[in-house]
């Protein structure tokens, strides 16, 4: 069961023991536990523990830290494989989830919502990295966005459930957490067991790998982890602090969110791989600038929350396309630095994201307007650099200054 099987023998074995079956059931897993949390956080905090914009702002600072720490990667995959690592973080991930409920105050909330991230950031930095190796770079673009939509799918059913039964149940948090939480880790166990070891095709560097080559890459990282902070942060909170949204009306929310993300993303997928990841994140980053501008508006204009609803679904839908990122890195890579890269990658994503929500909950509380200008001029910071993403990148040509020469040793 724990020998390796390469990439050359998977003929032998069942389709449903192949490395891209794998990623569905991964990809299938991870957004029950941890989007069932994420519905249910901002009516938890604020009626558990009586949360401000200061108190949710620590929370997701004390979220960050192990994305922050996700170089630890790095460390553990020198005695444990890569795919073993992202089951065991999945099921943290899980347990952790499952356990929310029963610490309802500012401590046990920040205790056990730091183990649970551990799990959460671990399993994203090692799925990453086995994405890029697994998934050709001909095909990347279009299974990334069908993973994007079975993710959607499955958050969709857990959102749907919690509309539907809310109420009709007078269901509890706990009752929630422990369900969402369960599944993920039941899901990871038995996909522990089910499949083989895949050998990548590439063995990857054991050591952090830092090079100026992927300078550009690094800067897009540090960007989208501001930037993504406080779409994850605030804008939720949003809708529950200005607008007054129940449980089962943000869950019926996200759910139309996700209705529509599992029709389109496949076709994010495809807009990558026909008009390139620079035309891509160009569209998406200026989408977001607008969208973040206008979230501001609804503080200054007196928008209702049905624009609110509007802005927060096309939010969504835009960030959907920062899968050019992957593709763009995959495409500029050494094959071997897949790995640390991305562990490297989580943590510059992840600088921002530890400071940021703490320092802007206190300028929430002062201005939220504010935050949301504050976003848009990331955004469009994010704008520029991706201009100097070239039509066709690829190691040597990794940067629109780049001569095209073959890609130094470092």
Not at 116 to 133: A, M, P, R
Not at 270 to 278: L, N, P
Request: proline share 6%.
């Amino acid at each position: 069961m724990f020998k390796p099987v390469p990439f050359d023998d998977l003929s032998r074995r069942p389709r449903w023991q192949r490395p891209i079956v794998l990623l569905f059931v991964m990809a299938l897993a991870m957004p029950v536990a941890f989007n069932g949390w994420s519905a249910l956080l901002n009516n938890f905090v604020i009626e558990a523990a009586s949360f401000d914009g200061a108190d949710i702002g620590l929370l997701h600072t004390v979220r960050e830290i192990p994305g922050f720490l996700a170089v630890g990667v790095i460390a553990l995959i020198i005695f444990i494989r890569e795919q073993m690592l992202g089951l065991i973080s999945l099921a943290l991930l899980g347990v952790a989830t499952a356990m929310t409920a029963w610490f309802p105050s500012l401590g046990g909330i920040l205790a056990i919502t730091l183990l649970s991230s551990i799990g959460f950031h671990y399993y994203e930095t090692v799925n990453q990295s086995l994405q890029l190796q697994w998934l050709s770079k001909e095909r990347a673009p279009q299974i990334l966005g069908w993973l994007m939509a079975a993710g959607s799918a499955a958050t969709a059913i857990v959102y749907g459930l919690i509309v539907l039964l809310w109420e009709p149940l007078e269901l509890t948090f706990n009752t929630v957490f422990m369900l969402t939480g369960g599944f993920t880790a039941l899901v990871a166990a038995v996909a522990f067991f089910a499949f083989p070891q895949f050998e990548a095709p590439t063995p990857q560097v054991k050591k952090m790998v830092l090079r100026k080559r992927y300078w550009l890459y690094y800067a897009l990282q540090f960007m989208s982890g501001a930037r993504r902070q406080i779409f994850v942060v605030f804008a939720g909170f949003m809708m529950v602090e200005k607008f007054g949204f129940a449980v089962h009306e943000i869950t019926a929310l996200y759910l139309i969110n996700l209705g529509i993300n599992m029709a389109v993303a496949p076709l994010l997928g495809k807009a990558v791989g026909h008009f390139g990841e620079r035309r891509v994140l160009i569209v998406e980053y200026a989408g977001l600038a607008l969208v973040f501008g206008a979230y501001g508006g609804l503080y200054w204009f007196s928008w209702g929350f049905l624009m609110a609803s509007i802005l927060y679904v096309i939010d969504h839908v835009l960030f959907g396309l920062a899968l050019a990122l992957k593709t763009y890195f995959q495409k500029i890579a050494d094959p071997a630095d897949i790995l640390p890269t991305a562990a490297v990658a989580f943590t510059i994503n992840h600088i921002a994201a530890v400071f940021l929500p703490a320092s802007l909950g206190l300028l929430w509380v002062a201005s939220p307007p504010a935050v949301f200008v504050l976003a848009a001029m990331m955004a469009m910071i994010s704008l520029g650099l991706s201009l100097l993403i070239p039509r066709h990148p690829e190691p040597g040509m990794e940067t629109i200054f780049a001569r095209g020469l073959p890609a130094p040793a470092e």
